[in-house]
Protein backbone atom coordinates (compact mmCIF):
# COMPACT_ATOMS: atom_id res chain seq x y z
CA UNK A 1 0.00 0.00 0.00
CA UNK A 2 0.93 3.82 0.16
CA UNK A 3 1.47 5.85 2.96
CA UNK A 4 2.31 9.25 2.98
CA UNK A 5 2.50 11.81 5.66
CA UNK A 6 3.35 15.73 6.18
CA UNK A 7 2.66 17.83 8.80
CA UNK A 8 -1.19 19.31 9.26
CA UNK A 9 -0.06 22.88 9.84
CA UNK A 10 2.78 25.48 9.40
CA UNK A 11 3.30 29.06 10.12
CA UNK A 12 6.14 31.03 8.66
CA UNK A 13 7.02 34.69 7.99
CA UNK A 14 6.63 36.60 4.86
CA UNK A 15 10.26 36.64 3.78
CA UNK A 16 11.45 33.92 5.21
CA UNK A 17 12.35 30.49 4.00
CA UNK A 18 10.39 27.44 5.16
CA UNK A 19 10.39 23.62 4.19
CA UNK A 20 7.62 21.08 4.26
CA UNK A 21 8.59 17.72 4.77
CA UNK A 22 7.14 14.79 3.43
CA UNK A 23 7.96 10.90 4.46
CA UNK A 24 6.41 8.17 2.39
CA UNK A 25 5.53 4.15 2.12
CA UNK A 26 5.13 2.75 -1.04
CA UNK A 27 4.94 -0.41 -2.60
CA UNK A 28 6.72 0.70 -5.46
CA UNK A 29 8.28 3.58 -6.50
CA UNK A 30 7.27 6.18 -9.19
CA UNK A 31 8.51 9.45 -8.02
CA UNK A 32 7.27 12.09 -6.01
CA UNK A 33 4.77 15.11 -6.62
CA UNK A 34 3.76 18.31 -5.06
CA UNK A 35 0.82 20.23 -5.69
CA UNK A 36 -0.22 24.10 -4.34
CA UNK A 37 -3.75 24.75 -3.23
CA UNK A 38 -5.44 27.46 -2.45
CA UNK A 39 -8.54 27.50 -0.63
CA UNK A 40 -11.21 26.90 -2.99
CA UNK A 41 -9.15 26.09 -6.00
CA UNK A 42 -7.57 23.72 -8.21
CA UNK A 43 -4.47 21.95 -7.04
CA UNK A 44 -1.56 23.41 -8.92
CA UNK A 45 1.13 21.41 -10.16
CA UNK A 46 4.41 22.62 -8.81
CA UNK A 47 7.48 19.54 -8.94
CA UNK A 48 8.00 16.17 -9.41
CA UNK A 49 11.20 14.11 -8.19
CA UNK A 50 12.02 10.70 -9.17
CA UNK A 51 15.81 11.07 -8.56
CA UNK A 52 17.85 11.82 -5.41
CA UNK A 53 18.50 15.80 -5.06
CA UNK A 54 17.07 18.77 -5.36
CA UNK A 55 15.39 20.29 -8.15
CA UNK A 56 14.97 24.08 -7.99
CA UNK A 57 12.63 26.37 -9.72
CA UNK A 58 12.75 29.69 -8.88
CA UNK A 59 11.41 30.24 -5.82
CA UNK A 60 10.59 26.58 -5.33
CA UNK A 61 12.99 23.66 -5.18
CA UNK A 62 11.77 20.01 -4.26
CA UNK A 63 14.27 17.74 -2.53
CA UNK A 64 14.26 13.63 -2.63
CA UNK A 65 15.98 10.78 -0.79
CA UNK A 66 14.61 7.82 -1.94
CA UNK A 67 17.29 5.65 0.51
CA UNK A 68 15.24 7.83 3.23
CA UNK A 69 11.65 7.86 1.83
CA UNK A 70 11.87 11.40 2.30
CA UNK A 71 11.07 14.65 0.29
CA UNK A 72 10.80 18.41 0.85
CA UNK A 73 9.41 21.67 -0.29
CA UNK A 74 11.61 24.59 0.49
CA UNK A 75 9.81 27.64 -0.14
CA UNK A 76 12.03 30.87 -0.30
CA UNK A 77 11.63 34.51 -0.29
CA UNK A 78 8.60 33.72 1.09
CA UNK A 79 5.22 35.66 -0.33
CA UNK A 80 1.52 36.79 1.61
CA UNK A 81 0.42 34.89 -1.39
CA UNK A 82 2.05 31.80 -0.88
CA UNK A 83 -0.46 30.92 2.25
CA UNK A 84 -1.89 27.88 0.80
CA UNK A 85 -2.07 23.71 1.06
CA UNK A 86 1.12 22.09 -0.05
CA UNK A 87 0.03 18.40 -1.37
CA UNK A 88 2.55 15.44 -1.47
CA UNK A 89 1.19 12.91 -3.48
CA UNK A 90 2.67 9.21 -4.67
CA UNK A 91 1.92 8.23 -7.79
CA UNK A 92 0.74 4.39 -8.55
CA UNK A 93 1.27 3.63 -12.61
CA UNK A 94 -2.25 2.07 -13.94
CA UNK A 95 -3.27 1.38 -17.29
CA UNK A 96 -1.23 3.83 -19.52
CA UNK A 97 -1.59 6.78 -16.42
CA UNK A 98 -1.03 7.11 -13.04
CA UNK A 99 -3.39 7.39 -10.01
CA UNK A 100 -2.18 9.37 -7.13
CA UNK A 101 -2.21 8.59 -3.44
CA UNK A 102 -2.30 12.28 -1.22
CA UNK A 103 -0.68 12.99 1.95
CA UNK A 104 -3.71 15.33 4.19
CA UNK A 105 -1.80 18.25 2.95
CA UNK A 106 0.19 20.79 4.61
CA UNK A 107 -1.54 24.25 5.47
CA UNK A 108 1.21 26.89 5.12
CA UNK A 109 0.20 30.47 7.04
CA UNK A 110 2.50 33.19 5.76
CA UNK A 111 2.11 35.63 8.51
CA UNK A 112 3.81 39.82 8.12
CA UNK B 1 -5.42 27.46 -22.86
CA UNK B 2 -8.34 26.53 -21.01
CA UNK B 3 -7.83 24.82 -18.01
CA UNK B 4 -10.12 21.47 -16.89
CA UNK B 5 -13.55 23.01 -15.81
CA UNK B 6 -16.08 21.19 -13.56
CA UNK B 7 -19.98 22.21 -13.40
CA UNK B 8 -21.74 23.06 -10.61
CA UNK B 9 -18.87 24.65 -8.28
CA UNK B 10 -21.42 23.63 -5.22
CA UNK B 11 -24.46 21.17 -5.12
CA UNK B 12 -26.59 20.64 -1.85
CA UNK B 13 -29.15 18.49 -2.26
CA UNK B 14 -30.91 16.02 0.17
CA UNK B 15 -30.40 12.51 1.24
CA UNK B 16 -31.90 10.14 -1.68
CA UNK B 17 -31.66 12.66 -4.58
CA UNK B 18 -29.54 12.02 -7.75
CA UNK B 19 -26.40 14.28 -8.64
CA UNK B 20 -24.45 14.44 -11.63
CA UNK B 21 -21.24 16.61 -11.70
CA UNK B 22 -19.62 17.29 -14.99
CA UNK B 23 -16.00 17.49 -16.22
CA UNK B 24 -14.41 19.14 -19.08
CA UNK B 25 -10.90 18.13 -19.58
CA UNK B 26 -8.27 20.06 -21.16
CA UNK B 27 -8.72 19.48 -24.97
CA UNK B 28 -6.51 16.52 -26.25
CA UNK B 29 -6.07 15.24 -22.71
CA UNK B 30 -6.62 11.23 -22.89
CA UNK B 31 -6.76 10.84 -19.17
CA UNK B 32 -9.42 12.01 -17.20
CA UNK B 33 -9.14 11.12 -13.56
CA UNK B 34 -11.60 11.87 -10.93
CA UNK B 35 -10.63 12.11 -6.75
CA UNK B 36 -12.68 13.04 -4.05
CA UNK B 37 -12.05 14.99 -0.65
CA UNK B 38 -14.01 14.11 2.22
CA UNK B 39 -14.01 16.59 5.04
CA UNK B 40 -10.74 16.85 7.21
CA UNK B 41 -9.18 13.63 4.71
CA UNK B 42 -6.73 13.25 2.23
CA UNK B 43 -7.60 13.65 -1.62
CA UNK B 44 -8.55 9.98 -2.53
CA UNK B 45 -8.54 8.83 -5.93
CA UNK B 46 -11.77 7.30 -7.45
CA UNK B 47 -11.06 6.29 -11.27
CA UNK B 48 -9.12 6.56 -14.72
CA UNK B 49 -9.99 6.90 -17.67
CA UNK B 50 -8.28 6.37 -21.31
CA UNK B 51 -10.31 8.10 -23.69
CA UNK B 52 -13.83 6.56 -23.49
CA UNK B 53 -12.68 3.60 -21.59
CA UNK B 54 -12.63 3.11 -17.72
CA UNK B 55 -8.68 1.84 -17.33
CA UNK B 56 -9.33 1.85 -13.28
CA UNK B 57 -12.18 2.12 -10.57
CA UNK B 58 -11.00 0.42 -8.07
CA UNK B 59 -11.15 3.90 -6.30
CA UNK B 60 -15.11 4.15 -6.42
CA UNK B 61 -16.78 3.42 -2.98
CA UNK B 62 -19.83 1.15 -4.45
CA UNK B 63 -22.27 1.03 -6.84
CA UNK B 64 -24.21 4.67 -6.51
CA UNK B 65 -21.68 6.08 -7.90
CA UNK B 66 -21.69 5.75 -12.06
CA UNK B 67 -18.89 7.45 -14.15
CA UNK B 68 -19.44 7.73 -17.85
CA UNK B 69 -17.19 9.49 -20.34
CA UNK B 70 -19.12 8.72 -23.88
CA UNK B 71 -17.38 10.22 -26.94
CA UNK B 72 -14.17 10.60 -24.69
CA UNK B 73 -14.48 14.11 -24.30
CA UNK B 74 -16.02 15.34 -21.15
CA UNK B 75 -17.04 13.09 -18.38
CA UNK B 76 -19.81 12.68 -15.90
CA UNK B 77 -19.91 11.33 -12.56
CA UNK B 78 -23.69 10.49 -10.97
CA UNK B 79 -24.50 9.69 -7.68
CA UNK B 80 -27.73 7.79 -6.78
CA UNK B 81 -28.98 7.75 -4.49
CA UNK B 82 -26.75 10.34 -2.81
CA UNK B 83 -26.29 9.71 0.80
CA UNK B 84 -24.92 11.83 3.87
CA UNK B 85 -21.36 10.31 3.72
CA UNK B 86 -21.02 11.69 0.11
CA UNK B 87 -20.30 14.95 1.07
CA UNK B 88 -16.92 16.27 -0.31
CA UNK B 89 -15.29 17.68 -2.97
CA UNK B 90 -15.23 15.83 -5.74
CA UNK B 91 -12.07 16.96 -8.21
CA UNK B 92 -11.48 15.95 -11.71
CA UNK B 93 -7.93 15.93 -13.15
CA UNK B 94 -6.88 15.56 -17.27
CA UNK B 95 -3.33 14.73 -18.40
CA UNK B 96 -1.79 14.28 -22.10
CA UNK B 97 0.09 10.35 -22.32
CA UNK B 98 3.74 11.49 -21.38
CA UNK B 99 5.14 7.99 -20.82
CA UNK B 100 3.90 6.47 -17.89
CA UNK B 101 3.81 9.29 -15.41
CA UNK B 102 1.90 12.06 -16.81
CA UNK B 103 1.20 15.40 -14.76
CA UNK B 104 -2.01 15.57 -13.59
CA UNK B 105 -3.79 19.36 -14.07
CA UNK B 106 -6.60 19.62 -11.98
CA UNK B 107 -10.01 21.43 -11.95
CA UNK B 108 -11.29 23.86 -9.05
CA UNK B 109 -13.96 21.03 -7.74
CA UNK B 110 -17.20 20.63 -6.89
CA UNK B 111 -18.36 21.03 -3.57
CA UNK B 112 -21.14 18.57 -2.80
CA UNK B 113 -23.19 18.54 0.34
CA UNK B 114 -25.49 16.08 1.46
CA UNK B 115 -28.44 16.46 3.78
Known amino acids: GQNIDQPTEMTATEGAIVQINCTYQ??????LFWYQQHAGEAPTFLSY????GLEEKGRFSSFLSRSKGYSYLLLKELQMKDSASYLC?????????????FGTGTQLKVEL | EAGVTQFPSHSVIEKGQTVTLRCDPI?????LYWYRRVMGKEIKFLLH????????ESGMPNNRFLAERTGGTYSTLKVQPAELEDSGVYFC?????????????FGPGTRLTVL
Open chain 2, 49 to 56: FVKESKQD
Open chain 2, 93 to 105: ASSHPAGALDTQY
Open chain 1, 26 to 31: TSGFNG
Open chain 1, 89 to 101: AAPILTGGGNKLT
Open chain 1, 49 to 52: NVLD
Open chain 2, 27 to 31: SGHDN
